[in-house]
């Protein structure tokens, strides 16, 4: 099939009935429901863009294999220019929605083609995984699905390995295998957009012990799957806000949900690896699951350059950017967002090819990115609440400002500097509060910090790494550098 409409995603939801639990109530109709509703649409305006001829060929390419047209997040990158392809459809997507969705399909869909162009690390555990991950990767390529994931294990007792929380079946863990596949039980933490999507797939960051065994685990099957529940967190909207008073969190809302597994059957062909902790640990090095770090930092990129604009704009409509304590803010975000994307492109242009000819992007700057996004994001949003100051907390509501007896009152005291009507600044104060104030604003900051798992694990994981690549050479120079002036007499250089 190749390259879906949003109809056809549309279509997809429409047909089946994952069992989705939200505010109490179980969802049985999820393309009329109020809170999905604008998020399905915004996913949907994504797909229709593959067919869009000013966008087809930025986002989308011929698949060698089938001669299908197919999305760049399915390319397996073999030069400089098919990452800039695949960058071009992160970017292009990303612009739609300012960064502020940062699992739409593009996410995990070139995470599993990474995975099956890494298909030798599952080879040498068991052919089977190997094969089935490739098919998996053809499967959602040829039908342009959209998938969620699932990693952590719920919080419960981060002290404890999974063998040894209160249940064995705290975390997800095998039950039994059959001859139909596995049977799966327990629950993984947080897993954005479920309920509107069409599978999950489930893996693990590094950290399984010995006796961890069950617990190792990686799959992908159908988000309707018998037994799996979805039990979304509380709703930041109620999809009857108005676009007026909420232009941000009205449109861009990504459920978040837990996913419980009620003994749910993995057919054989779904499953990527299982019962094998070495195998479990080496994954996230080993399969380029890191390659979904190039959709995150370009999408990284896009929501920093979006709050600086915001910022920019917040100061110039009320006339305080002519002050050096605002500039020197504003500096800081210009200078954050050229950080991002010098090492973007650092990452892009120091390009790596793997041994099986894979071209993936720079990981040391794309890292750099990942540690650096959960500091500087957060401080864009504390500058824009700084400099928009009272003003953000004070905008009236879009009935207010069309009543026609508050009208006068509305224009004369909520306008801006000279130039700046009120509607327009109404307008601007309530994105950057969206952005900085909402609760959906400050999921946005939540999601940033812990988007890509624990900063603080992953930049302790990337020193070492640093450690094990980096020379530390220039010590070792200026030492024997040192040794070696001793002994020369004076006079005696070059
Ligand atoms: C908005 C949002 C969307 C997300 N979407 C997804 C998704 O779609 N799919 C998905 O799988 N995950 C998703 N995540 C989850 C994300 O992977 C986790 O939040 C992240 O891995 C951190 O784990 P945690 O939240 O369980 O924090 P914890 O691991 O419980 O950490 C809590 C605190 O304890 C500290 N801590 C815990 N253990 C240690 C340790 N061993 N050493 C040192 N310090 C420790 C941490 O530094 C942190 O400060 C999302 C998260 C957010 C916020
Ligand atoms: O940045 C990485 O390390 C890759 C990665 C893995 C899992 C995630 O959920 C994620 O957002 C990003």
Known sequence: MGIRTGAQYINGLKSRQPEVWMSGRKVTDLVNEPVFQQPIRE???????????????????????????????FLIPKSF????????????????????????PDFLNVTVSSMASNAAFFEKYNPDWAKNIQNYYKYIRDNDLFLTHAIVNPQNDRSKASHEQKETFTHLGLVKETPEGIIVRGAKMLATLAPITDEVI?????????RDERYALSFAIPIDTPGLRLLCREPMQD??????????ASRFEEMDA????????????????HSNVEAANQLYSQT???????????????????????AARLADAIGVDGYLNVQTQLGELVQSVEVIRALLRVSEYEYVTTPHGEVIPAGIPLETIR??????????????????????????????FENEELRDDMDRYYGGRSGVSAYDRIRLFKLAWDLCGEGFGQRLVQYERYY????VRKLGMFYSNFKRQHSFKLVDDALNGALKAQKEPVGTQD
């Open 288 to 310: 380029g699951l890191m390659q979904s770090t190039h959709q995150n930092g370009v999408r990284g990129l896009t929501k920093l350059s979006f709050a600086m604009e915001i």
């Open 43 to 73: 996913i949907a305006r994504l797909y229709d863009m593959q067919h869009d001829p000013e966008y087809s060929d930025k986002i989308t390419h011929i698949c060698e294999e089938t001669g299908e047209r197919v999305s760049n997040a």
């Open 371 to 400: 540690g650096m996004l959960p500091k500087m994001y957060p401080r864009a949003i504390e500058i824009i609440q700084t400099i928009g100051a009272g003003g953000l907390l004070m905008m009236p509501s879009g009935d207010d």
């Open 239 to 248: 999809g009857t806000r108005s676009l007026f008073d909420h232009p941000l």
């Open 81 to 104: 220019e098919d990452l800039q392809a695949r960058r071009a459809l992160f970017e292009t997507w990303a612009k739609e929605n300012f960064g502020l969705m940062g699992r739409t």
């Open 452 to 455: 890509s798992g624990d900063p």
């Open 202 to 210: 489930v893996y693990s960051f590094p950290g399984f012990k010995p």
């Open 258 to 273: 837990i996913l419980v597994f009620h003994d749910v059957l993995v057919p054989w062909d779904r499953v990527f690896m």
